[in-house]
């Protein structure tokens, strides 16, 4: 399995100010990818963060709102921009495609956040 | 766009008891994940499916799939109040086992 780090683990931010979130991982993984929960609710994906190349949105979410860096095998960021109280959820990454890793895809601890 | 639906999305039940959650998917996939996430925790993986017909047990949870009928089951043996959680599943549109679509969850509450 792999060991996998976030932070800030809870944050509470101001209408229309930017939050940058922290995934770390103890082990090289092939991909990376930012999980939106919003409360109550299931877990959507935002994007997947290739290394070397620009991250892969999903319907409904955008770069200028939530950019993202992945500058090497074992480390990615997510920002969120121009915040509003809709975007009020945990945020979690995930990991797989490992050497250390089976087949399956591991979640971080997320990152709560609530926009006033 | 795969749709992916567990029901019930609420379940109580008495310990002792077994009962079964079922996940269908709209789109075909041969992996199939089970998640547990406790409250205000991130997820723990539970089973991995790969393949149709591929049944999978821990304790006292077992998981099956489908993979004809896009359907996965995770059933309850002899309930316990320790099995009180939400339970995910998600199905995977890649091969490579990455980019995953969840169900709605069940949340399940197991009464002593």
């Known amino acids: 399995s792999a060991v996998i780090s976030q932070k800030p683990s809870r944050d509470i931010c101001q209408r229309g100010t930017s939050l940058t979130i922290q995934c770390q991982v103890d082990?090289?993984?092939?991909?990376m990818f930012w999980y939106r929960q919003q409360p109550g609710q299931s877990l959507t994906l935002i994007a997947t963060a290739n290394q070397g190349s620009e991250a892969t949105y999903e319907s409904g979410f955008v770069i200028d709102k939530f950019p993202i860096s992945r500058p090497n095998l074992t480390f990615s960021t997510l920002t969120v921009s121009n915040m509003s109280p809709e975007d009020s959820s945990i945020y979690l990454c995930s990991v797989a495609g490992g050497t250390a890793l089976t087949n399956t895809q591991y979640f971080g601890p997320g990152t709560r956040l609530t926009v006033l | 766009e795969l749709k992916v639906e567990q029901n019930p999305l609420f379940l109580s039940m008495q310990e002792g008891k077994n009962y079964t959650i079922y996940c269908n998917y709209s789109t075909t996939s041969d992996r199939l994940y089970w998640y547990r996430q406790d409250p205000g925790k991130s997820l723990e993986s539970l089973f991995v499916?790969?393949?149709?017909?591929a049944v999978k047990q821990e304790g006292r949870l077992m998981a099956s799939l489908d993979t004809k009928a896009r359907l996965s089951t995770l059933h309850i043996t002899a309930a316990v109040h320790d099995l009180s959680a939400t339970y995910f599943c998600a199905v995977d549109i890649w091969t490579s086992g990455s980019r995953l679509t969840f169900g709605e969850g069940t949340q399940l509450t197991v009464n002593p």
């Open positions: 082990s090289q993984v092939t991909m």
């Open positions: 499916l790969l393949s149709n017909g």
